[in-house]
T-cell receptor, first 116, second 111 residues
């Protein structure tokens, strides 16, 4: 079964500073990987996804993520954070089998705090 | 139009009651899901339906029963509600292994 680890429960970053959120996955085949963001009291919004091809993927709101198969990682980055980026960030892996998609398995999330 | 809509947004009820949460998607997707987000923000899949057929049924008490009248709807019925059922429940849909689209969630509070 697939699993996702986000080792950082909380991260505090100053506004304007760079950001990296870590994600490690476990999956037997080539994974489909996702990053979602959840603002307080809101649903989940997709930031970006990786299926295949270029290992550096660009997403919305200036985010990017790099897939590194050798490290089983899919870290999320942003060169300069804004106060509006304060939210909960979830890394997820999509399982799939002969029956089709098995849904997303999420990490436990990283809570991002932005300091003025 | 909202792609995945679920109602109600908030649900406050007493222990022992039976309640339902409705979900509808207008994206034409074949697969729909229910996720539970606990107080620590952990998201866990509960059920997955593909074309009205149950695909995934994680370890969920049988008090929870999903019902899919057609592939655009996946409702969640909960019997004999318990305190531990308090959580945010998210409906989602996808087409194959593409990204999931999530509803805005239903905050269930059991008193």
């Amino acid at each position: 079964a697939q699993s996702v680890t986000q080792p950082d429960i909380h991260i505090t970053v100053s506004e304007g500073a760079s950001l990296e959120l870590r994600c490690n996955y476990s999956y037997g085949a080539t994974p489909y990987l996702f990053w979602y963001v959840q603002s307080p009291g809101q649903g989940l919004q997709l930031l970006l996804k990786y299926f295949s091809g270029d290992t550096l993927v660009q997403g919305i709101k200036g985010f990017e993520a790099e897939f590194k198969r050798s490290q089983s990682s899919f870290n999320l980055r942003k060169p300069s954070v804004h106060w509006s980026d304060a939210a909960e960030y979830f890394c997820a892996v999509m399982g799939y089998s002969g029956g089709g998609a098995d849904g997303l398995t999420f990490g436990k999330g990283t809570h991002l705090i932005i300091q003025p | 139009d909202t792609a995945v809509s679920q109602t109600p947004k908030y649900l406050v009820t007493q222990m022992g009651n039976d309640k339902s949460i409705k979900c509808e998607q207008n994206l034409g997707h074949d697969t729909m899901y229910w996720y539970k987000q606990d107080s620590k923000k952990f998201l866990k899949i509960m059920f997955s339906y593909n074309n009205k057929e149950l695909i995934i049924n994680e370890t969920v008490p049988n008090r929870f029963s999903p019902k899919s009248p057609d592939k655009a709807h996946l409702n969640l019925h909960i019997n004999s509600l318990e305190l531990g059922d308090s959580a945010v429940y998210f409906c989602a849909s996808s087409q194959g292994a593409e990204k999931l689209f999530f509803g805005s969630g239903t905050q269930l509070s059991v008193l």
